[in-house]
């Protein structure tokens, strides 16, 4: 089955620390996106990447980093810079197609929460 | 860039009746406009979408209408059912641009009273 997965689906931090999601496609998709959810707010993007080995920061970069070494693979590590990261993490896939229309498959989420 | 509002934020209505979510968009180069569901804990996913060569799109129970002059769509789902009970989100896209990212709505919060 192609799809997107997200792990894990729940976690936990301390304070201070850095904590990296996992996202996964199997769909050859050129590109993949985070969001971040948080009630009221709808979904704010945080980093986006067309191609391998290149991202570019979305609204909210701030205290988050990423890496897209695979086109599968699109961790995103959040770093103790982050001053309130208990969200809801999506991420999303998409073809590039640069003429028409470009649908996002997102992934279950992660849910991370600082204790 | 392009900017999406998305009204109401909450939604409730008696099952069978219908519902409506409005959009308006800023960017008039913005061609394409999807709108997902999302259920409790889990991600969106797309329902339904529409691009600005037509004005209407139909899929059963739900349907969208675009005006582009306004620059506003809609979601209408007709005879609800409580499994319709989610969050919607609208969104627009440019295609033609570098970035080819979508903007967001803030959600509707659709609630189906028994």
């Known amino acids: 089955d192609g799809g997107i997965t997200q792990s894990p689906k729940y976690l936990f931090r301390k304070e201070g620390q850095n904590v990296t999601l996992s996202c996964e496609q199997n769909?050859?998709?050129?590109?993949m996106y985070w969001y971040r959810q948080d009630p009221g707010q709808g979904l704010r993007l945080i980093y986006y990447?067309?191609?391998?080995?290149?991202?570019q920061k979305g609204d909210i970069a701030e205290g988050y980093s990423v890496s897209r070494e695979k086109k599968e693979s699109f961790p995103l590590t959040v770093t103790s810079a982050q001053k309130n990261p208990t969200a809801f993490y999506l991420c999303?896939?998409?073809?590039?197609?640069?003429?028409?229309?470009?649908?996002?498959?997102f992934g279950p989420g992660t849910r991370l929460t600082v204790l | 860039g392009e900017n999406v509002e998305q009204h109401p934020s909450t939604l409730s209505v008696q099952e069978g009746d219908s519902a409506v979510i409005k959009c308006t968009y800023s960017?008039?180069?913005?061609?394409?406009f999807p709108w997902y569901k999302q259920e409790l804990g889990k991600g969106p996913q797309l329902i339904i979408d529409?691009?600005?060569?037509?004005g209407e799109k139909k899929d059963q129970r739900i349907a969208v209408t675009l005006n582009k002059t306004a620059k506003h769509f809609s979601l209408h789902i007709t005879e609800t059912q409580p499994e319709d009970s989610a969050v919607y989100f609208c969104?627009?896209?440019?295609?033609?641009?570098?970035?080819?990212?979508?903007?967001f709505g803030k959600g509707t919060r659709l609630h189906i009273l028994p």
């Open positions: 960017d008039s180069a913005s061609n394409y």
């Open positions: 769909l050859n998709h050129d590109a």
């Open positions: 999303a896939s998409s073809m590039l197609t640069g003429s028409s229309y470009n649908e996002q498959f």
């Open positions: 990447s067309q191609i391998v080995n290149d991202f």
């Open positions: 969104a627009a896209s440019n295609p033609m641009n570098r970035d080819d990212k979508i903007i």
């Open positions: 529409i691009r600005s060569n037509v």
